[in-house]
Structures are given as C-alpha cells and as structure tokens.
Nanobody, 124 residues
Framework: QVAESGGGLVQPGGSLRLSCEVS????????IGWFRQAPGKGREGVSC????????EFADSVKGRFTIARDNAKNTVYLHMNNLKSEDTGVYYC???????????????????WGQGTQVTVSS
C-alpha cells in the first residue's frame, strides 16, 4: 500500500526529496508518517501529514530543514529534506495510519502499512 523512493548519497548541506507512493488508500482519510532508523539505533519519527485532521508534525531534529507535502493527483506524499547533516543518515520508511498523525513510540504500533525503506546517506 505504500512504497518509498528517492534515497541516495548526498553531501552535508545538500538536499533530497523522498517519495511515498500510496495505493489502495485514500489520503483524505489516511495519515502518512515518515520514520528513520540509523545503524545501531531505534526507529524514530521524522514527520507526518494528515489531511483528515489538517495537521503536519516534525521531529525537533528536522524542524526548519524538512517539509512534507502531498500530491493528490499522484496519491504521493513527499518529504523534502534540506541542509542535510550526517546524523540524518539512515533508512527512511513511510507508513500509513488511519486519520491521525503520531511520531512518538506509542503511536507507531497504530500504523497499519509500512514500506520497505529507502537508504539516505549524508557523507562527504
């Protein structure tokens, strides 16, 4: 139901755009969250968008650098990542949850559909 793309290798200070293509789900009712997992660390919430509740959320570590947006025609959610840092390195996952956003650990279990992930490496 969800599939990520757009990862790659980028230098510090650079930008990337990740895509989450959504199928068989109506983005008017399903929130899409982005999560990431660095080597040896747990999965953390990065950003989320919910049309049903008209909200977006961002982790403190990415506020001011990342933006999130949806394209209704393509049923796709984008994560625009600017001014990337080495600590942004990790596997990025998108996931779908009914109506509500949520980036905290307790909310993750309520995401029903997860993608396979896309690798983002920030290195010079």
């Amino acid at each position: 139901q969800v599939a990520e793309s757009g990862g790659g290798l980028v230098q510090p200070g650079g930008s990337l755009r990740l895509s989450c293509e959504v199928s068989h789900l109506n983005l008017d009712y399903w929130a899409i969250g982005w999560f990431r997992q660095a080597p040896g660390k747990g999965r953390e919430g990065v950003s989320c968008i919910s049309t049903a509740e008209d909200t977006t959320e961002f982790a403190d570590s990415v506020k001011g650098r990342f933006t999130i947006a949806r394209d209704n025609a393509k049923n796709t959610v984008y994560l625009h990542m600017n001014n990337l840092k080495s600590e942004d390195t990790g596997v990025y996952y998108c996931a779908a949850r009914f109506r509500r956003c949520g980036l905290v650990i307790s909310a993750r279990a309520e995401y029903d559909y997860w993608g396979q992930g896309t690798q983002v490496t920030v290195s010079s």
